[in-house]
């Protein structure tokens, strides 16, 4: 175990910085050289192929991502080096004990030897114990953030994910591919499509003849009515005829209103008023 030595540990915490910027260039170009073959594998109709690809290329997403986090995590301890070097104890101040913490645990994942030799100045600034405590375990140590430990857990991608990963690589190269789930429930689809328009053109017709009978209705009616009326106009004219007399006598003129006086006009405004009761 390398033994703690400030200027040392500034000039590799420099280092690891440095490295894991070149790697993660490099992690990077191969991914994109990678989707670029997988995108091939598609083109030929090599789907299985294809798909064992992209769950490599999905680890490796995520190793990139485990290797940004270690970046930001060393760049802390260089701006806070100096409360780094001068702390003492076998525990590291709380604003830097998740930088510290996810170095000593994680380096050994990674290909950075820059990395190992910081992570071996840090377990011994901080002694044995601590050392121990950070040992890779079932479940693994509280003191390492749980956004390293989602980078460094290993699974299998799940279908929905790498078909998600094959669909963008398709359709970024210009490649014709359509995941499974996807043509199954289009197939699903197409025939409830067809339902529904046979359904509407159905609907239509029943609509439009429904509108033919009530035209024809609407036509018998209103001839029907046109005769009523026509009847009608006949009997009321035989009935004028019969009514009417053969000569009508021109009836007498009234005789000319006499003038009342005003005594007159009062007895009949009281006569009309005794009427009302």
Same mark, same amino acid.
């Given at each position: 175990?390398?033994?703690?030595?400030?200027?040392?540990?500034?000039?590799?915490?420099?280092?690891?910085?440095?490295?894991?910027?070149?790697?993660?260039?490099?992690?990077?170009?191969?991914? +994109? *050289?990678?989707?670029?073959?997988?995108a091939d594998l598609v083109g030929k109709g090599r789907i299985?192929?294809?798909?064992?690809?992209?769950?490599? *290329?999905?680890?490796?997403?995520? $190793?990139?991502?485990?290797? =940004?986090?270690?970046?930001? $995590?060393?760049?802390?301890?260089?701006? @806070?080096?100096? #409360?780094?070097?001068?702390?003492?104890?076998?525990?590291?101040?709380? /604003?830097?004990?998740?930088? &510290?913490?996810?170095?000593? $645990?994680?380096?050994?994942?990674? =290909?950075? +030897?820059? !990395?190992?030799? *910081? %992570?071996? *100045?840090?377990?011994?600034?901080?002694?044995?114990?601590?050392?121990?405590?950070? !040992?890779?375990?079932?479940?693994?140590?509280? !003191?390492?953030?749980? %956004?390293?430990?989602?980078?460094?857990? &290993?699974?299998?991608?799940? +279908?929905? !994910?790498?078909?998600? $990963?094959?669909? =963008?690589?398709?359709?970024?190269?210009?490649?014709?591919?359509?995941?499974?789930?996807?043509?199954?429930?289009?197939?699903?689809?197409?025939?409830?499509? %067809?339902?529904?328009?046979?359904?509407?053109?159905?609907?239509?017709?029943?609509?439009?003849?429904?509108?033919?009978?009530?035209?024809?209705?609407?036509?018998?009616?209103?001839?029907?009515?046109?005769?009523?009326?026509?009847?009608?106009?006949?009997?009321?004219?035989?009935?004028?005829?019969?009514?009417?007399?053969?000569? +009508? &006598?021109? /009836?007498?003129?009234?005789?000319?209103?006499?003038?009342?006086?005003?005594?007159?006009?009062?007895?009949? @405004?009281?006569?009309?008023?005794?009427? #009302? @009761?």
């Amino acid at each position: 175990m390398v033994p703690w030595n400030g200027p040392r540990a500034k000039v590799q915490i420099k280092l690891s910085i440095q490295r894991l910027r070149t790697l993660q260039e490099k992690k990077l170009a191969l991914a +994109k *050289l990678s989707r670029r073959e997988i995108a091939d594998l598609v083109g030929k109709g090599r789907i299985e192929t294809a798909r064992l690809r992209v769950e490599g *290329l999905v680890q490796d997403d995520i $190793y990139v991502e485990l290797l =940004e986090v270690l970046e930001l $995590y060393v760049e802390t301890l260089q701006a @806070r080096f100096n #409360l780094l070097d001068s702390s003492t104890g076998e525990t590291p101040e709380p /604003s830097i004990s998740d930088a &510290v913490c996810s170095i000593v $645990y994680a380096a050994p994942r990674t =290909e950075l +030897k820059e !990395l190992q030799v *910081l %992570r071996e *100045l840090l377990m011994h600034k901080y002694g044995r114990n601590f050392s121990i405590s950070l !040992l890779p375990s079932t479940p693994p140590p509280t !003191l390492v953030p749980p %956004r390293v430990l989602s980078k460094l857990s &290993v699974f299998v991608p799940s +279908k929905e !994910l790498v078909d998600a $990963y094959l669909s =963008e690589i398709a359709k970024g190269y210009g490649v014709s591919w359509v995941p499974e789930t996807v043509a199954e429930d289009q197939d699903d689809v197409e025939p409830l499509q %067809r339902d529904r328009r046979d359904d509407d053109e159905n609907s239509n017709n029943g609509h439009d003849g429904d509108e033919g009978d009530n035209e024809n209705g609407q036509e018998a009616g209103k001839g029907s009515k046109d005769g009523n009326e026509e009847e009608q106009k006949d009997i009321t004219k035989k009935k004028e005829k019969d009514t009417s007399p053969e000569k +009508k &006598v021109p /009836s007498p003129k009234p005789p000319p209103a006499k003038k009342l006086s005003e005594e007159e006009e009062l007895a009949q @405004r009281f006569e009309r008023l005794k009427n #009302l @009761r």
